[in-house]
């Protein structure tokens, strides 16, 4: 099967700063995908690369055949790419439901877009008893999953998460990982990018470690939680 | 202040000043408007229970309207002797009838209208949802349509100001679109004014026409002004545009910094646009100004006469009759609240919410930053050119001495203290702004003059002092500190403004109850934390 998205040695900076020194990866229809490395590797820029916030300088980037290094942040998210940015940046001032209404920014069928917001709902059951409440005043958790639910309400095929566990307790981890591979079940391709290695390599069909904007490793979930590297850089195991 | 009576006591003293300065028939004006304000306030916290917003109404109407008759009796009986004046009315007389009467018509009068508006209101404010809306838009256009009337009627003239005044609310809804919808800060809109004044003042005056060597009838049209208010309009979009488009990668100070720089640039442009040749770039041949150098904007001397607008029936509007040019800038301002309104509810309008919440994730939903940055500027900057066009014709001449660094702060704070985000608010601290600075100040000064001199200064014996008391007590010289204080007070006070923006979540999904109370929300918050807490403990 031709992958849906696929990097070519991508290069990106920020100002003279390269952040990403030729990235190649891909990640194929149905796969669950996960990116891991150490704080400052590159995982953020490259999720930001691919979704069109930053252009790479060099390289070259297509999802579902089209180029994606000339397309603009919003043909890419018409197009079917979105994210849950790191940090979990929602809307603080909205409201939970305006929240995920700017999700679906792109789209403008009325009907699709409420059954997706119920979908979504029945995804996050948290969400809908807070569906009035505004974004800042939720827990971090919840906050987690309205950033996840918003991204999911632009209907993607290709779902980026960018740390998508950082800053949350660990029974809330597990719950978060579970609805990735619900997520992806229900057929929406999943790139993860985590800091928490050994969960996101255990839901993950294919790995890639990144060290200092290269990928250094490629393989699939259990061979890469099985190998040294990992192990001892980022299972903090010896 | 949930209570009628504190509102009653709050809107009343307000009341009273205005009454206590201009005594007479000032005390209708005052009980119509304040009698609503009164009631108005104290719905918006009663909200759930309708019976009570009747009730509410008719207390606060009453005691604003106690208040103003406490004030006219004092403005009768202290303020004008102290002041030297005649402490009896003028008769009040409508056609043939000739109503003699004595202060307490005026401040019974007053008091009457108050209860009888704010009972009114209170009782729209019952009314179903729909009906409460219709009913709130009916009484303001009764009052804006009566005003002029009335003005005439209580003797204020008042109107003149009011002009001038609504030209700054105009201002101040397109200023908000930038500063409240987007979030981008702009020190220097005046400078979209500014651009729209001087595109009428090039296009309906003979100044440039006349240089130019062309038929220069165009100005003389009567329809002129009906075209040039869209051709001005598109001309000060294009620069909205123009002068965003540095400012797209700035954003906060540094964007503010900027715009200031624009401020600035703009009418020391038009001061210096007086020998303007222009030439093709690397041909040299000549467009314009080829014999004389064109003197495109007069520079210090500025622009004038510049026509005026002219409907069948009225005629050409006329300095100094000031009913139609009233209703040509009602009519502006309605259709300004009706374009930002379908903007603001637009994919456009929540595009800019997204924008000021946090620019990554709005541009992570696919929302295009420049597009979205730069229509705010341009739809911002349209509003001000509607208000340039009017101002330009209105006053017939345009200087650059009047777009100011000042013009620009003045309409920031309109926004900001009347609540940024908010046109009704916008709308509702930009009168009072600039009423208080314009009106009440100016008659404050007069009264206190003519106290001092009948009152005080007879009997001063120190010519020092003396001197003091005639040159120095003047209060539209504290103008500037007044209007400092005012903002630091507020921003101590009220921070959000006067009528801050809370209701937006309920404007947009009006079928939903969003009015929880901050506590019952942490305490909803509260209790399914703990649902939640248990259901986590039993994921295996
Ligand atoms: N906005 C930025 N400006 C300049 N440098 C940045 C910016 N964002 C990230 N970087 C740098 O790029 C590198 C990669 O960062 P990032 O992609 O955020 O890493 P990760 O997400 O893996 O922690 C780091 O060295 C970081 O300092
Ligand atoms: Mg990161």
Request: glycine share 10%.
């Given at each position: ?5 696929e ?11 390269q952040?990403l ?6 990640v194929a229809?149905?796969?669950v995908v996960c ?6 590797a590159?995982k953020?820029t490259?999720l930001?690369t691919i979704q069109?916030l930053?252009?790479?300088r060099?390289?070259t980037m297509t999802y ?5 290094v000339?397309?603009?942040?919003d043909e890419i998210?018409?197009a079917?790419v979105?994210?849950?940015p790191e940090g979990?940046?929602?809307f603080?001032?909205?409201?939970v439901?305006?929240?995920l209404?700017?999700?679906?920014y792109s789209r403008?069928?009325k009907?699709?877009i ?5 979908k979504i ?13 505004k974004?800042?005043?939720l827990s971090?958790?919840?906050q987690q999953?309205?950033a996840m639910g ?10 980026l ?8 307790a660990?029974m809330?981890v597990e719950?978060i990982?579970?609805?990735?591979l619900?997520?992806n ?5 999943v790139?993860?990018?985590e ?5 996101a390599l255990a839901i ?12 250094v490793?490629?393989d699939?979930?259990?061979n890469?939680?099985?190998s ?5 850089a980022?299972?903090g195991?010896? | ?6 509102v ?6 307000v009341?009273?000043v ?7 028939w000032s005390?209708?004006l005052?009980?119509?408007v304040?009698?609503?304000a009164?009631?108005l306030?104290?719905e918006g916290?009663s909200i ?6 009747l009730?509410n109404g008719?207390i606060s109407?009453?005691?604003?309207g106690?208040f ?10 202290l303020?004008l002797?102290?002041?030297?004046k005649d402490p ?6 409508l056609?043939?009838i ?5 202060m307490?018509?005026?401040g019974?009068?007053?008091?009457v209208?108050?209860?009888a508006?704010g009972a009114l209101?209170?009782?729209?404010n019952?009314l179903p ?8 838009a009916i009484?303001?256009l009764t ?11 209580a003797?204020?003239?008042?109107i003149e100001?009011?002009i001038?005044?609504m030209?700054?609310?105009?201002l ?5 679109i930038?500063?409240?919808?987007a979030g981008l800060l ?7 004014f500014?651009?729209?004044?001087y595109a009428t003042?090039l296009l309906?005056?003979p100044?440039l026409c006349n240089?130019?060597?062309f038929?220069c009838?165009f100005y003389?049209q ?6 040039v ?7 000060v979009?294009?620069?909205g545009l ?16 900027v715009?200031l720089g624009f401020?600035?640039i703009?009418p020391v442009?038009?001061?210096n646009?007086t020998t ?6 690397f ?5 314009a ?7 495109v904007?007069?520079g210090?001397?500025g622009i004038?006469?510049?026509a005026?607008p002219?409907?069948?029936?009225v005629?050409?509007?006329?300095t ?6 009233y209703?040509?800038?009602l009519a ?5 609240i009706?374009?930002?309104n379908r903007?603001r509810?637009?994919?456009l ?10 620019e990554?994730a ?11 940055k730069?229509?705010a ?7 001000a050119g509607?208000?340039g ?5 209105y006053?017939?001449?345009?200087f650059p ?5 000042t ?8 926004v900001?203290?009347?609540g940024?985000g908010?046109?009704t608010?916008v709308i509702?601290?930009g ?8 009106v009440l ?7 206190l003059?003519?106290t001092l001199n009948t009152t ?7 010519p020092?002092v ?7 007590v003047?209060p539209?010289q ?7 204080l005012?903002l630091v007070?507020?921003?101590l006070?009220?921070p959000q403004g006067?009528i801050p923006?809370?209701r937006?979540a309920?404007e ?9 109370l901050?506590?019952s929300i942490?305490q909803?918050?509260a209790?399914?934390?703990v649902?939640?807490v ?5 994921i295996?």
């Open positions: 099967m031709p992958p849906l998205l990097l070519t040695d991508i290069k990106t900076y920020y100002g003279n700063i952040a020194k030729g990235i190649s990866l891909s229809p149905g796969e990116l891991i490395g150490s704080n400052g590159g953020t490259t930001r069109g930053i252009r790479p060099e390289g579902d055949g089209k180029d994606l000339t397309m603009e942040a998210v018409k079917g979105s994210q849950s979990r940046l929602v603080p001032r909205m409201t439901r305006e929240n209404e700017m999700g679906a403008s069928d009907v699709g409420q059954a997706d917001m119920e709902l029945d995804l996050f059951p948290r969400l809908r008893e807070r569906l009035t409440q974004a800042g005043t971090g958790g919840e999953m309205l918003r991204a999911m309400m632009s209907r993607p095929r290709l779902l998460l960018d740390e998508p566990s950082m800053g949350l660990p809330l719950q990982f579970r609805t990735i619900d997520i079940q229900q057929g929406t391709t790139l993860l990018v800091q928490n290695a050994r969960m993950s069909d294919r790995g890639y470690v990144l060290q200092t904007g290269r990928i490793l490629e699939t979930g259990s890469l939680l099985n040294e590297l990992v192990r001892k980022y299972l195991e010896h | 202040m949930t209570h009628p009576v504190k009653g006591v709050g809107i009343g003293i009341a009273a205005v009454v206590l300065l201009f005594g007479g005390a209708i005052a009980g119509i304040a009698g609503a009164a009631a306030v104290t916290q759930r229970d309708r019976s009570a917003t009730r008719v109407g009453a005691i604003v106690v103003i008759l406490i004030a006219e009796i004092v403005n009768d009986i303020v002797p102290l002041a030297g009896v009315f003028p008769p009040f007389t056609g043939p000739s109503i003699p009467y004595n307490f018509v005026a019974l009068a007053g008091l209208l108050a209860l508006i209101t209170g009782w729209i019952s949802d729909k009906n409460r809306r219709l009913g709130l009484l303001l009052f804006l349509a009566l005003y002029p009337a009335l003005d005439a009627a003797g204020l003239g008042w100001q009011m001038s005044i030209i700054f609310v105009v101040a809804l397109g200023l908000n930038v500063v409240g919808y702009d020190l220097g809109y005046a400078a979209f500014a651009i729209g004044a003042g309906l005056s100044h240089q130019s060597g038929n009838e003389q009567e329809w002129s002004f009906w075209l208010i869209w051709i001005a309009a598109a001309i979009a294009c620069f123009l002068l965003g488009a540095p400012t797209l990668p700035l954003t906060g100070d540094y964007l503010a910094i715009t401020g600035e703009v442009v038009f001061r646009l303007v040749t222009l030439t093709l770039p041909t040299g041949i000549c467009i100004g080829c014999i004389k150098p064109l003197n904007t007069a210090e001397q004038n006469p510049i005026r002219w409907v069948p029936v005629g050409s509007f006329q100094g009759e000031y009913i139609p040019w209703v040509l800038i502006i301002i309605a259709l300004s009706f374009f930002i903007l509810y637009s994919r309008g929540r595009a800019w919410s997204a924008m000021r919440e946090d990554l709005a541009s992570s939903m696919g929302i295009n930053l420049v597009n979205t730069l229509m500027f341009a739809m911002g900057a349209t509003i509607l208000a066009v009017f101002y330009a014709s006053i017939t001449a345009i001495s009047v777009f100011d660094f013009v620009s702060v003045i309409i920031l704070a309109m900001i203290l009347g940024v908010n046109m608010g509702v601290g009168l009072i702004i600039l009423l208080s600075d314009r100040l100016p008659q404050l000064a007069t009264l003059k003519d005080v200064v007879p009997h001063v014996e120190s020092a003396k001197d003091f008391l005639t040159v120095s003047d539209t504290w103008r500037i500190f007044l209007f400092g005012t007070v507020v921003m006070v009220r006067l923006n809370v937006r309920a947009m999904h009006p079928d939903e109850d969003t009015w929880d901050p506590l942490q909803a918050d209790a399914t934390q649902r939640s248990d259901r986590e403990t039993t295996d």
